[in-house]
């Protein structure tokens, strides 16, 4: 019994220290403005986008499922590709959930565009 209640306090302190290495901000510019995402120890986030026509934030919570970083209330402000019908299709301006994967202190929002790509300060 004794193993158990020790070995439960190990996972715990472990699930802990895995979703300490995320809390801070990621930034990215690129050519269409410049994003902030910063998580909280509490498991919020507040999201900042600015262009040249605006500055919006944005706020939500965030947790680990399955090495996924998944943004709950995340907005996407422009869609990195330019096609018709982006908006619809990425879903520009809805709040959405996102399950994202952390790489090399990069959150990769998309892959085939590393420069939409938010990376720790």
Known sequence: M??????SILLVLLGCSQSDDYIGTYVRKHKYGSESVTLYPDHTFLQIYADSNRLDSNVGT???KSDFLVLDGRIMYKAPIQIENANHLFG?????????NVSNRCIIVVIDFPEFNLCKQ
Do not use: D, N
């Open 2 to 7: 004794r193993t158990f209640i020790i070995f």
């Open 62 to 64: 965030w947790h680990i």
């Open 92 to 100: 520009v301006g809805k709040k959405r959930t996102s399950y994202l």
